[in-house]
């Protein structure tokens, strides 16, 4: 195992990664912007050191500044968490130069399923269904209004290089096609540096459904079972909820099971996750494979006892998976509400801010909080506006969805506005309560009726 290593990243998952190995034994650093001198992060770590100015692009998009710590500080392995440069293939090729290990996938399997057209012809390789749609990058608009006349509108036009909700274009006729392809493009340009895109059917509406995985270095590979991740808004996360209460033990034998081939289909190493779009019928399409820990990893922890940070930890430092297949067992049920520093009333505007008087949740079996912040924290406003993870299990979804309730009520955040009372509202939803609702639910249904208090 190793003795010292250094998280790339700020924030909650940065805290998460220092608390697990602290429990493991190992010692930590922290880097941090000028915006982050004050940070829960650095001053959780062993050691913690500065990188750069509050600029994402200057600190913790900086490999270089980054690179230098691990060296300087004796680090034998850095973890990027998500964001940032988790599924940058460059960075992790240069820490395996430097001999620094990247806590994830190895730099080609990340080149591999980091394109999203390259990601889908592996897929259809490997038996893994995907969505119907085009062969390749469309090489201009007017291929892609004749795929889309043969497919069928509506479709999705998505950028190769894509992620977080950028690039992305819902097309609802050919009329629209030109513009949305030209926009798209500019914002895939902008933000990955890439302009290639590609078209797909819209699978309406949908359930996304995703799968956690786990691989080492000697060809093991086990799913962890399904999370729900349908309500979102702007093609963003906001709850999510595991095991789906539209999988059967069939249907998530069937997932399972694709989503491991998927995985040795790139020889994947360690923790991962591969998205599905499931339909009316039942019938699942693959849409993405994420090559890093995904936000939303505690529910899967809460369901299965199994710490995958802990095991990311393991895997990246030579040790075989010790777990099963049939040693991975779903128990009760678990949700996690994103706790944003935003203004729900102002069209979710970010809050940045100070917290005057803060109160998380933490009492009573099943609840978890995960969390960079504290009373006094300044939340600067230069990066994502996630302050916490409120994460709940209980035997039943009912009961997970009380204690939701109940943690909601008792988080105070006095200083800056979050998007709490939306969240309240929206797991009190008799829809969501029944478990009724798929991934345009949130934006066509829910918001166009929910009045913001004053």
């Not at 933000?191 to 995985?213: S, T």
């Not at 309560?433 to 004053?454: C, H, K, M, R, V």
Request: aromatic letters at 6%; proline letters at 4%.
């Amino acid at each position: 195992m190793f003795q010292k290593v250094l998280i790339a990243n700020r924030g909650e998952i940065a805290v998460r990664v220092i608390r697990a190995c602290r429990e493991l034994g190992i010692r930590t650093v922290a880097v941090y912007s000028e915006a982050d001198h004050d940070a829960l992060h650095a001053e959780l770590a062993d050691e913690a050191i500065c990188i750069g100015p509050a600029k994402a692009a200057d600190s913790y998009l900086n490999v270089t500044q980054i690179l230098s710590a691990a060296l300087v500080t004796h680090a034998e392995a850095i973890h990027p968490g998500f964001g940032f440069l988790s599924e940058n293939s460059r960075f992790a090729s240069m820490c395996e130069e430097l001999n620094l290990t990247f806590i994830g996938p190895k730099a080609a399997t990340i080149d591999a399923m980091g394109n999203k057209i390259n990601a889908r012809q592996l897929m259809i390789e490997a038996n893994v269904p995907v969505i119907p749609g085009s062969d390749g990058a469309l090489t201009d608009v007017h291929e892609a209004l004749t795929i889309a006349a043969e497919i069928g509108y509506p479709v999705m036009l998505k950028a190769a290089a894509g992620g977080g909700g950028k690039g992305i274009r819902k097309v609802l006729s050919a009329e629209e096609l030109p513009q949305h392809f030209a926009s798209a493009q500019q914002e895939a340009k902008a933000a990955f540096g890439n302009d290639e895109m590609y078209l797909e059917k819209i699978i309406y509406p949908a359930r996304h459904i995703e799968v956690q995985i786990l691989g080492d270095d000697f060809d093991n590979v086990i799913h962890l079972g399904e999370r729900d991740c349908s309500l979102q808004r702007n093609n963003q996360k906001v709850l999510e909820e595991s095991p789906s209460v539209v999988i059967t033990e069939e249907k998530r034998q069937h997932l399972g099971q694709a989503a491991v081939r998927a995985a040795k289909a790139v020889g994947y190493r360690n923790a991962g996750t591969i998205e599905f779009l499931m339909d009316q019928a039942g019938a699942f399409y693959f849409m993405e494979m994420n090559t890093r820990i995904q936000v939303e990893h505690p529910i899967t922890e809460m369901v299965t006892g199994v710490d995958l940070v802990k095991k990311q930890l393991e895997i990246a430092s030579g040790e075989a998976l010790n777990l099963t297949q049939e040693e991975i067992i779903m128990t009760g049920h678990a949700i996690e509400c994103r706790i944003n520093a935003e203004n729900p009333a102002f069209n979710f505007a970010p809050s940045p801010g100070k917290i005057h008087n803060l109160f998380l949740p933490s009492g009573g079996l099943g609840l978890r909080v995960d969390s960079g912040m504290y009373s006094g924290y300044t939340i600067p406003p230069y990066y994502d506006s996630m302050i916490a993870k409120i994460i709940v299990h209980g035997e039943t979804r009912f009961e997970a969805l009380m204690k939701m309730q109940r943690a909601l009520g008792e988080l105070v955040t006095e200083g800056v506005t979050t998007n709490a009372d939306f969240q309240m509202d929206l797991i009190s939803h008799p829809q969501v309560i029944a478990g009724d609702y798929d991934t345009a639910f949130l934006q066509e249904s829910f918001l166009p009726n929910w009045t913001p208090e004053s």
